[in-house]
Each structure stands twice: as C-alpha cells, then as structure tokens.
C-alpha cells in the first residue's frame, strides 16, 4: 500500500476563501490529494491580509488554513478565466466552494454548470445556514453560525466559544463530504454535489444537546462548575491556581474512591451524598464541599494521589499554552511541524487522524499568490508561454 496518502491521486480545485472552504481543502490535501487553489488576481483569498485590529496581518490564519496546496490566480468573472477554470475541472476529481449560495451559479461556476463538463465531478459546498431556506443566501461568518446554533448560549450568558470554530467544524464536515462522495463514485459511479454549513456542524457538534431536548423536552441546564449536573463531572479550582477535571459518568461507582483519595471517607455518611440522586439534588452544597478539598492543595499532588487510586478519570484543564506540549498532543502528532522556505521550522496543528499505511502528511507549505499559475497552465494545460504571457496581460491571470 503507497504511503502517499489515501487520497493520493485525487485532483482537489479549491475556490474557496478565509476559513471553511479552505480548511477542507487543507485536509484533503494532508490526506495526499493534489490541491490547486484558485485565487482573484491581485488579491487573492482576502484570509492573506486578514488583520489584527491593531493592524498586524495574522499570516498563521492564512498558513495553516492552505498548506499543501498550489496556488492559481484567474480572474473567473472573464469568459477567458471561466474557460481555464472549466478546463481544469475536466481534469480534477473535487471542486469545493464557499461562496454563498447562488454566486457560483451566476458566474457559471455552480453543480449544473461543472457536471456538464465533468460527469463525475465531486462538487463541496459550504455556506453559512445551509442550501436550503429563506437564509440560504445570506452572508454569513463563523459567530453568526456560533451564534445561530445556540453553543453561544450553552453557558447560560452570551459567551464567544474559541475561535472559528463553527468554521474548523464545518471544514471538517465538508471534507468527510467530500471523501463518502468519493468513495461513492467509485462504488457506484458518478459524481454528486455535497453541501454542509456553519449551522449545520455546530447543530451536529452538539448533538447530545440538541437530542435530549428534542427527545426529553425543555432545554439542559446550562452547566458551570457550581451548579454542575453531576459534581463528579464538572471542573475544580487547586491551591496552585491549576484546575482538575473530573469525568465520572458512574458516579456511583467512583463516590467511594474519590472520597478515600480526598481523606474525607466520611462524606459516604452525610445523607446529601449518600448517592448520586442525592448528589444532584444538593449540587451546590456538593460541589462546594467537594471544591475546597480540592483548593488545599496542588494540582500535580491531586494528579499523584488520583493516578494512585486508579479508577477515577480525571485531567487537566488545559490553556493553549499547556494544550501544545500537552505529552498526549505531542504523543499523536495533534500538534506538529514543517519545515517554511522563509520562515524556517514552524509548529502548526497536525491532523487529527491517524493512518497506519497511509498516513496524512504536510509536505508543502501555503503558496504565494499565483505561485503555480504558470506551472499548472502550461504543464496541465498543454499552454504555451506566449499563451500565458497574453493571458496575464489581458488580466484573465
């Protein structure tokens, strides 16, 4: 089996701008696909000049979102650049897209229009709310998806979650896509279009949620460590600042030890705690017993004495900082490193996939702008140079 990637082989053509279209393409291409980008000459994707509000350009936005990707400028909305970006999807086994619904119909560029000229096209979509629906067209960016999904409010007050990540899910979520379609096409023949959205990952990210108000009526309380659902899964202050996270979906069964660790076996005979349903009727009082234990002493002596124990799962409650030389993220490679012809070795997020024969890889860095253009035309194209020269100067490239 090649070690090349599972998708080595498939041709990806990435019109797409900032986040959730790009990222797609970046998986697909750490999965071995060869991905060419397609980019507005002279600007390109707007997430290059992303800025700060104190002005300062946040290149790593642009970096991580297009590695392994080859870069093409053509000005799509001339019948010349339209013609170039047809031809090369005669070529290619994916296009994906996350313009708003409706603009790559109007310039030609929609499902209808490429599966004319590639049968067995692949055709992503992503949008903000979806294809379908009064909204399906509006404009529409990571926290309005964020927002519209309700993980905004999954705390009780408006909170931003980190960010982009209604983009990073719905880039995820075109990329599975993208690949069952694939693998579809090649079961059943034909290609097909595959759309998702910003509200649509995040609906899904919280599937648990939504489906115990769908089925159980009424909404979950929304969850902070005072008023936790269950005190044996929820998040404590120690005495060094640190904070441990308890995960105890049997709490029953890890009452006795978690109490012998914290040294108060006595708490097994207070009523308020005898059980679990006693438990969630006095979270409060529990989590407040529970949470000045905890504040004695710490982090890394709770860490010793629960590892001791051995049954009770908990960690560490990360921050950045901690989450990229956390030894389970180095470990599997979450966080990885390549090597940039300008800025020497650099530390990006690695795939969160693992492959035993296949396995995903950053082998190019983000292009420049327009960096493959005359590569791509005159070698997958058959282009001669006088053809590209005249192409670039009518501004089609």
């Known amino acids: 089996m090649s070690a090349a990637g599972p998708l080595h082989g498939i041709r990806v053509i990435d019109w797409t701008i900032l986040q959730q279209g790009p990222v797609a393409g970046a998986m697909l291409g750490d999965l071995g696909a060869e991905v060419i980008k397609i980019e507005e000459p002279g600007a390109g994707d707007a997430g290059r000049s992303l800025s700060v509000m104190d002005g300062t350009v946040m ?148 599937g648990f949620q939504v489906a115990m108000h769908l089925m159980q009526g009424g909404p979950p309380r929304p969850a902070t460590n005072r008023n936790a659902r269950n005190p044996l899964y929820t998040w404590y202050r120690c005495a060094d600042g640190k904070w441990l996270a308890l995960a105890t979906p049997d709490p029953d069964r890890h009452w006795p030890e978690l109490i012998a660790v914290l040294g108060r076996p006595d708490l097994a005979e207070d009523p308020r705690f005898v059980d679990h349903a006693s438990r969630l009727r006095h979270t409060e009082e529990c989590t407040a017993v529970l949470g000045e234990i905890f504040a004695t002493k710490p982090r890394d002596e709770w860490f010793r004495r629960l590892g001791a124990a051995g049954s009770v799962p908990f960690g560490p409650v990360n921050d950045l900082a901690d989450v990229v030389v956390d030894p389970q993220v180095v470990a599997n490679r979450y966080v990885t490193s390549f090597t940039h012809a300008e800025r020497g070795e650099l530390r990006t997020v690695g795939f969160p996939v693992t492959f035993s024969e296949t396995p995903p890889a950053i082998h190019r860095p983000a292009p420049q702008l327009g960096e493959h253009t005359d590569e791509i035309l005159i070698t997958e194209l058959g282009m001669h140079e006088e053809e590209v020269s005249r192409l670039r100067h009518e501004k089609v490239i």
């Open 59 to 206: 290149w790593p936005y642009f970096e991580n979102n297009n590695r392994n990707k080859k870069s093409i400028t053509v000005n799509v909305k001339t019948p010349a650049g339209l013609d170039l970006v047809k031809r090369l999807v005669a070529t290619a086994d994916v296009f994906i897209t996350n313009f708003r619904p409706g603009v790559p119909e109007k310039l030609g560029l929609g499902y209808e229009d490429l599966r004319a000229v590639n049968p067995g096209i692949v055709y992503g979509e992503a949008s903000a709310f979806g294809s379908e629906g009064p909204d399906r067209s509006t404009r529409g960016h990571d926290l309005l998806g964020l927002a519209r999904s309700g993980i905004v409010l999954a705390g009780g007050e408006p909170h931003y979650p980190a960010g982009a990540i209604g983009d990073q899910m719905g880039a995820s979520m075109l990329a599975y896509g993208v690949v069952a379609a694939l693998l579809a096409r090649e079961r059943l023949g034909g290609g097909q279009k595959v759309e998702t959205s910003l509200l649509g990952g995040m609906v899904w990210l919280q």
